[in-house]
Structures are given as C-alpha cells and as structure tokens.
C-alpha cells in the first residue's frame, strides 16, 4: 500500500501541474514583509480561561496555543506533585507590523489553590517600541520556600496583558526592555496577540550536592572568534530555531527591519556560552535609530538570562552577551538572574530582533547579519537525576545534538517520524529518511517536468502529460512486482527543547 500511495501522489503532483498552467496565479506574500512567528507543530490549541474555576489542565512537556486579548487575564492548571520542578513559559506573538508602545507586555505568574504566587515575571517590548514575540516564565521549586508552594494539588498558571491597554502593571521587565518602559496607549494594544505556552517537568536530584551558587567563576571575555562564517539561516520561532555550534554563521537572507529570527546551541554541564550579534552596513538611508537591534538569551525551558540592544546608523554594529557562568544545577541558587538562569544543560535560544523603526530611515531591505558563538570548558556529567524529565531529555546534550547544530540538521531532519506520538503518515512512519526524500523528490521532479512545458503549448502539454501518466503506471507495475525491503531504522528523536520580578 506504501508504494502505490507514492505513485498515485506523484500522479496527483501531475495533475495539480497541468492545471496550473492554466489557473491564475495565487497573489504573492510581499517580499518586504517579515516571516510570521512559526508555532510547535504538534501544540494543541486551548482556550485560557477568565477563572481558576474553569482552567483548562497543561501536561508536562507538551506545548499549547492559545490567545489574549486587550487587558486579558487568563487562567491555566497544572496538576503537581511534592517530587518535581514546574516551569511555565508564555510566549507573547502580536501581529508583525503591529503598533505597541515600550510598556506593552506579557506577565506570567504560578499561583496555588490559595493564590500564594510560586513565582513570576514580566516581558514588555521595551525600548525598540517594535512588536515581535516576548515570553516570560514562571516556576514551582520544591524545597524553594517552607510555607508556600510545595504540595501537591493544583496550580494555576496565570497569563496577563500589561502596559498601555491594561495598565502599567508593575514587576520587573524582561527581554528587550532595559531602561524605560514608559509608553502610550498604541493602536496595536487593541488587537488580539497569540500565546505560545509551554510547560516542562524537572526530576529530582539525589542528595548531597552544593545547595549554594558559585561564589566566583571567569567572568573574563574570550578572544572573538574569527574566520569565514558558515551559511545558516535563523528559525521563526522555538519550535523551529536553527541549531548552531561554535563558530561564525551567517544569515542567509539577513534580518528586515520588524523581523525576529531563533538559533539554538547545545550547552552542556560545565560549559560557558558567549555570543555576539552583528548587524551588516548598508549604503541607502540615512540618520540614527536608537535601540535598533536585540539580542535575547533563554534557557532550555525558555526561561530568560540576559539580553542586550545596539543603536544602528547605517554603519556595521554589534552586541555582545555579557560572560555568563558555567552551566551548573546550583546556579538556580543564586539571587543574579543572569546565574540563575544558567541552571540547566540542553539548548539555549538565541533571540534577534530588529525593530521596525530601521524601515523608517533604511528602507525594507534585510541587513546582513552574523552571529559569533563561542562555548568554553568541557562538557561533563549532570547533577545525578532521579527520574526524567518532561519533554524526556530536555536537560541533556546528546551527540544527535551536536551534529544537528554542526550541520544545520534539526531533530525532524536527523530522524523522520520519530516517536512523535501520533499516528503520523503512514506512507513515511517507522521509514527512514532517504526512503522519504526520494519518493518526495521523485514527485517534485515530475511535476517541475510538467510545468516547465508550460510555455510550448496546450497541445505539446497534453502529450506531455500523457507520458507522465503512462510513466506512472509503468511504475506501478514494476513496483508491484518487486518484493518489499526493509526499510531503514529511523534514530532517537530529537529535542526541542531571568527571573526578574519574582
């Protein structure tokens, strides 16, 4: 059945091809308009609700969709135990182009049955005044607090609207919004913004560790990191971040003005991240935009560490990550955000905006941009985990995750079908990822074959088509007389993947 599905597709790639020569083209997606955010494929969408009473339940290590309105506030449960580690992350996405003002923003808090908050942060656009995705996190840690926030029972997540619409809301900002947050009501604080959540479990440890944070590490930045970069163009959201190593990599497209792209690096236990944005010159335009560029780092459970902003002129600029600590599970006790965000092994997100306001004076030309990553120390052992976490694997770096980030490859790419957990196609399920890119290909091939004949005739075309249709049955036949053969094994799934105000 597997094989005739293939031809009877190929046959379909013709005939979708026959008919386009002839129906009119789809209007095109304006080349100058940024890519829009790209959520999980696999988030399931669920409605927030306006009190704890009706919350819908989150289970760990899936990922949702969901919504927020102008002044929204919305209610979310998790069902926890005494044992395990919560974090909850809420990713902001307002419309590309939209108008917000500095103080707009997304405020996430876990709260138990008693409305003790566990934690909670707060993400505002800030001084780019541009729109684009921002996500804050909150947690549940056992052994964090006596009195609040360690039984089992459930908890709520609660996501909040802030800033012109909703309030100037209080808390600390995160993201791009160092310095003010000051801001007028925006047309863009009317509209509707998506929400990505996403919720990850963390074991228990075996006792006996440090329950205190390094009191001193190198803190001196390396030598930067030089020589041809390497082609890797940035991803459109967590989901689909492109993973990097060490090394220079350049964007293939470069950035447009309200763009935002996502890289991830593996960051072992040990090891020490630094990073630096570069933003290319360009020879149209001309004047000063003013926290132009952002840089944002998040943790594998998307928790926030640091950011940093640059001012663009039309000259080449840059930005630089400050040097953080080596990755190590006592960094969560420390009362500096940038340490304490460094509490896991796994991916590290790397955010780049550039705002919108670069159009204004520079047009909607992408700039060139090239991003250095730097990882020192040897990657060793984790902290001694009692169970696993969820999603599985999230707090290591496995060596699948080295060669995706060396070349390119993403956890989808390097397996298929994997254990996804759902039925999936069965035409690709359980096979291997050549079995699927030449039955893929062939169809491409055939189609392309079709439709480049566009421009001899209606006639020749037909005849064209005729002996595709006749090469397609060939196939067939042939294919049904050959015994099957086992199909390639697929590999382990990949993974996909501060508290300030708290």
């Given at each position: 059945?597997?094989?005739?599905?293939?031809?009877?597709?190929?046959?379909?790639?013709?005939g979708?091809?026959?008919?386009?020569?002839?129906a009119?083209?789809a209007?095109?997606?304006?080349?100058?308009?940024?890519?829009p955010?790209?959520?999980?494929?696999d988030a399931?969408?669920?409605?927030g609700?306006?009190?704890?009473t009706?919350?819908?339940?989150?289970?760990?290590?899936e990922t949702?969709?969901?919504?927020?309105g102008p002044?929204?506030?919305?209610?979310?449960?998790?069902?926890?135990?005494?044992v395990?580690?919560?974090?909850?992350?809420?990713?902001?996405v307002?419309?590309?182009?939209?108008?917000?003002?500095?103080?707009?923003?997304v405020r996430?808090?876990?709260?138990?049955?008693?409305?003790?908050?566990?934690?909670h942060?707060t993400?505002?656009?800030?001084?780019t005044?541009s729109?684009?995705?921002?996500?804050?996190?909150?947690?549940?840690?056992v052994?964090s607090?006596?009195?609040?926030?360690?039984g089992?029972?459930?908890y709520?997540?609660?996501?909040?609207?802030?800033?012109?619409?909703?309030?100037?809301?209080?808390?600390?900002?995160t993201?791009?919004?160092?310095?003010?947050?000051?801001?007028?009501p925006?047309?863009?604080?009317?509209?509707e913004?998506?929400?990505?959540?996403?919720?990850?479990?963390?074991?228990?440890?075996?006792?006996?560790?440090?329950?205190?944070?390094?009191?001193?590490w190198?803190?001196?930045?390396?030598?930067?990191?030089?020589?041809?970069?390497?082609r890797?163009?940035?991803?459109s959201?967590?989901?689909?971040?492109?993973?990097v190593?060490q090394?220079?990599?350049?964007?293939?497209?470069?950035?447009r003005?309200?763009?935002?792209?996502?890289y991830?690096?593996?960051?072992?236990?040990g090891?020490?991240?630094?990073?630096?944005?570069?933003?290319?010159?360009t020879?149209g335009?001309?004047?000063?935009?003013g926290n132009?560029?952002?840089?944002?780092?998040?943790?594998?459970?998307?928790?926030f560490?640091?950011?940093?902003?640059?001012?663009?002129?039309?000259?080449?600029?840059?930005?630089?990550?400050?040097?953080?600590?080596p990755?190590a599970?006592?960094n969560?006790?420390?009362?500096?955000?940038?340490v304490?965000?460094?509490?896991?092994?796994?991916?590290?997100?790397?955010?780049?905006?550039?705002?919108?306001?670069?159009a204004?004076?520079?047009g909607?030309e992408?700039?060139?941009?090239t991003l250095?990553?730097r990882?020192?120390?040897?990657?060793?052992a984790?902290?001694?985990y009692?169970?696993?976490?969820?999603?599985r694997?999230?707090?290591?770096?496995?060596?699948?995750?080295?060669?995706?980030?060396e070349?390119?490859?993403t956890?989808?790419?390097?397996?298929?079908?994997g254990?996804s957990?759902?039925?999936?196609?069965?035409?690709?399920?359980?096979g291997?990822?050549?079995?699927?890119?030449?039955?893929?290909?062939?169809?491409?091939?055939?189609?392309?074959?079709?439709?480049?004949?566009?421009?001899?005739?209606?006639?020749?075309?037909?005849?064209?088509?005729?002996?595709?249709?006749?090469?397609?049955?060939?196939?067939r036949?042939?294919?049904?007389a050959e015994?099957?053969r086992?199909r390639?094994g697929?590999?382990?799934r990949?993974?996909?993947?501060?508290?300030r105000?708290?």
């Amino acid at each position: 059945m597997g094989r005739r599905t293939v031809w009877w597709r190929a046959a379909a790639a013709v005939g979708a091809a026959l008919c386009a020569t002839t129906a009119p083209a789809a209007p095109a997606v304006a080349a100058d308009a940024p890519t829009p955010y790209s959520y999980a494929e696999d988030a399931r969408t669920v409605e927030g609700a306006t009190s704890s009473t009706g919350a819908v339940r989150l289970a760990a290590g899936e990922t949702y969709r969901s919504s927020i309105g102008p002044g929204g506030k919305l209610y979310y449960r998790l069902d926890l135990g005494t044992v395990a580690n919560a974090y909850v992350s809420a990713t902001a996405v307002p419309r590309a182009g939209a108008a917000v003002a500095s103080a707009d923003g997304v405020r996430v808090s876990l709260q138990d049955a008693d409305a003790h908050r566990c934690s909670h942060e707060t993400a505002r656009f800030g001084p780019t005044r541009s729109a684009h995705p921002v996500t804050a996190w909150a947690s549940r840690e056992v052994g964090s607090d006596e009195y609040m926030c360690q039984g089992a029972g459930a908890y709520y997540v609660v996501v909040e609207r802030v800033g012109s619409a909703a309030g100037t809301g209080t808390g600390t900002s995160t993201g791009s919004a160092a310095g003010s947050v000051s801001g007028s009501p925006s047309e863009g604080s009317s509209e509707e913004w998506g929400l990505e959540l996403g919720f990850v479990s963390e074991p228990a440890v075996t006792k006996g560790g440090s329950t205190s944070a390094p009191e001193s590490w190198n803190s001196a930045s390396p030598e930067s990191l030089s020589g041809d970069p390497e082609r890797r163009r940035g991803g459109s959201g967590f989901a689909t971040a492109s993973p990097v190593a060490q090394g220079v990599w350049q964007d293939e497209a470069g950035i447009r003005a309200g763009g935002t792209l996502f890289y991830k690096v593996p960051v072992g236990w040990g090891q020490q991240l630094y990073a630096t944005a570069e933003l290319g010159s360009t020879t149209g335009g001309d004047g000063y935009v003013g926290n132009a560029f952002a840089m944002s780092l998040y943790n594998p459970v998307r928790g926030f560490v640091d950011d940093r902003t640059a001012n663009y002129g039309g000259e080449q600029r840059s930005t630089t990550l400050d040097p953080l600590p080596p990755v190590a599970y006592e960094n969560r006790f420390s009362l500096d955000d940038q340490v304490s965000g460094m509490r896991f092994a796994g991916w590290y997100y790397l955010v780049l905006h550039l705002g919108t306001a670069v159009a204004d004076r520079y047009g909607d030309e992408p700039l060139g941009l090239t991003l250095r990553v730097r990882l020192e120390g040897k990657a060793g052992a984790g902290p001694g985990y009692l169970g696993t976490s969820e999603p599985r694997g999230v707090f290591e770096v496995t060596e699948k995750d080295q060669e995706a980030a060396e070349s390119g490859a993403t956890g989808d790419t390097l397996d298929g079908a994997g254990d996804s957990g759902g039925g999936g196609d069965p035409e690709t399920s359980g096979g291997g990822e050549g079995s699927r890119d030449s039955s893929g290909i062939g169809d491409r091939r055939l189609a392309m074959t079709v439709v480049a004949a566009g421009g001899i005739g209606t006639g020749s075309l037909l005849v064209l088509g005729l002996v595709a249709w006749t090469l397609v049955a060939r196939r067939r036949a042939s294919a049904g007389a050959e015994p099957d053969r086992p199909r390639a094994g697929t590999a382990p799934r990949g993974r996909h993947g501060a508290s300030r105000g708290w």
